[in-house]
């Protein structure tokens, strides 16, 4: 196959793609593509790049001139940043967000609060980004209006839930509703401000109105009104660790490119030697996700978005964006963990307004699977994001079931007991989670079915294997059936011990009776 001159030519189609859009508007900076050589990355990316790493600077520009200041100069602020960034990246294309929020603020005027609101919205975000993706497919990723556009999309869907939670009854409520919920619908002015905040607009992270209102309005720093936060030295850090990921992506990507998969190379491989390329490439991967989320949270942090109460030794914590835990994600050993540890407001964003809103259905499989269904088509129309996210449905299927069968192993349980043990488990499930997660992110990164199934066919598809055919064949023809007959004898057994027990006291209640009987006669004669 000859993948690696497909690769080329899709690269060369996107770079051409790139020249004619910068060519239409945008402010074609030369300096910026002088630097994207340089590196040897996407102008597009490096775009993107500096537009999150100026936010340091409008960042500290609004902490010190103004923060505290009447809201509505902080919302004019940060409309005006955001539609700043959005020319910058993407020109004209910049009018996409502007006519998509000013149709959401004419739904909340004219049925805010209304379950039509909930439908008019859904069907105009998703149409209009669908309609978005379609006109702006490529084979090979390159950043689009349409990537803003998609966090927009949800920033919106959410504020019309809010606006919906806020006319209903409290007590109707759960308590996470109850907290993002707004009884008022807001300007068009504030929410021009919250969708373009400059610190969230172009790749995340997700926010509820109610946050941003409250940080515009200081009621994060009630104890200290009019100070400015203290929140310089953890949003360096968040920078540090943000350009840290990104290095180590830009380096390794030199080694472990996409185009590596589809190369001659790849398929002369090992198994073995495939399935480690595939893990190393897939961590590699996420850290160019990681990067870029650090670095904007870093921007949230240092306006004081992002405070999220005291600890218990009274320290601030600024962690109340964070879109990424990096100890847990450097330490998860399942694929479980790594996906509660990454892209965590998304995360949050599925669960609370797709999710937990489909009881309904009477199925938590079911839920999962429609949830997971939205977040594939709100990634966009490749095949790609189908085939990863019903992969990890899957994965996430096999590790709830596959534990607790695992754990009774008794050669696992005596590995345990060994000096070392633990740690030789613990690698082992670490490059499994590596593995499996990279090994879905394959469809996820290489978009089109021809591409990613090359790719799958050069490690025998054993992920589809395994998690598909094996694991549900063993688990619900043996194994369920087995932990059934089980837990039934074990029921009867139960249930044997409960009557002999309930025989025991009605004979010796009887041998009881009895006695009293022969005492009473004995009793009788003697008088």
């Known amino acids: 196959m000859a993948a690696a001159e497909t690769e080329q030519e899709a690269l060369s189609a996107a770079a051409a793609a790139t020249t004619e859009t910068r060519s239409t508007g945008g402010g074609d900076l030369a300096f910026v593509a002088r630097i994207a050589n340089a590196l040897g990355a996407d102008e597009n990316a490096v775009r993107i790049l500096i537009s999150l790493v100026l936010g340091y600077l409008l960042a500290s520009c609004y902490r010190y001139f103004l923060y505290g200041k009447a809201p509505y100069l902080q919302h004019t602020f940060f409309t005006l940043c955001g539609l700043w960034m959005c020319y910058f990246n993407f020109g004209f294309d910049a009018v996409h967000s502007v006519a998509n929020i000013s149709v959401i603020y004419v739904i909340l005027l004219l049925f805010g609060g209304t379950k039509l609101s909930i439908i008019l919205t859904f069907l105009f ?66 929410i021009c401000g919250h969708c373009y905040f400059f610190g969230g607009f172009l790749v995340g992270p997700q926010f509820p109105m109610k946050r941003y209102q409250d940080f515009v309005h200081e009621r994060f720093t009630e104890a200290t009104k009019g100070s400015k936060p203290r929140s310089i030295s953890p949003a360096m850090l968040r920078l540090l660790a943000g350009v840290s990921y990104t290095l180590l992506f830009q380096l390794g990507s030199l080694f472990f490119p996409d185009s590596l998969l589809l190369s001659d190379g790849f398929s002369d491989m090992h198994f073995v030697q495939k399935c480690v390329v595939i893990a190393i490439w897939g961590k590699l991967t996420l850290y160019k996700y990681v990067g870029c989320w650090l670095i904007a949270e870093g921007v949230c942090i240092l306006t004081g978005l992002t405070y999220n109460g005291k600890d218990e030794n009274g320290n601030e914590l600024w962690d109340g964006c964070a879109n990424i835990h990096i100890r847990q994600y450097e330490a998860a050993s ?74 009774n192993v008794s050669a696992i349980r005596l590995l345990n007991s060994v000096p070392g043990g633990n740690l030789f488990i613990w690698c082992a499930k670490k490059f499994y989670a590596q593995f499996v997660l990279g090994y879905a992110l394959v469809s996820f990164c290489l978009f089109t079915l021809k591409r990613y199934m090359w790719v799958y066919s050069n490690v025998y598809f054993v992920g589809h294997l395994i998690f598909i055919l094996l694991w549900p064949s063993l688990y619900y023809l043996l194994l369920q059936p087995s932990r059934r007959r089980s837990s039934s004898q074990a029921s009867r057994l139960k249930s044997s011990d409960t009557l002999n027990s309930l025989n025991h006291d009605a004979t010796a209640t009887r041998s009881d009776d009895h006695d009293d009987v022969n005492n009473i006669s004995r009793h009788n004669k003697l008088e």
């Open 125 to 190: 975000n998703m149409a209009y980004l669908m309609i978005g993706y379609y006109f702006t497919m490529m084979d090979s990723y390159t950043i689009k209006w349409t990537t803003p556009h998609c966090v927009l999309t949800l920033r919106l869907i959410g504020l019309v839930f809010d606006v919906y939670d806020g006319r209903k009854q409290k007590a109707s409520l759960s308590s996470e509703q109850n907290e993002t919920a707004l009884v008022v619908t807001p300007s068009l002015l504030e």
């Open 334 to 407: 399942t694929c479980h963990e790594l996906i509660q540890s990454f892209n965590v407001n998304t995360n949050k964003w599925m669960a609370k307004y797709i999710f937990k809103r489909l009881k309904f259905l009477g199925s938590k499989e079911l839920s999962q699977g429609v949830t997971l269904a939205f977040l594939a088509l709100w990634h966009g129309l490749y095949s790609g994001y189908f085939m990863n996210f019903f992969l990890e449905f899957v994965i996430i299927k096999f590790e709830r079931e596959a534990g607790p069968v695992l754990s």
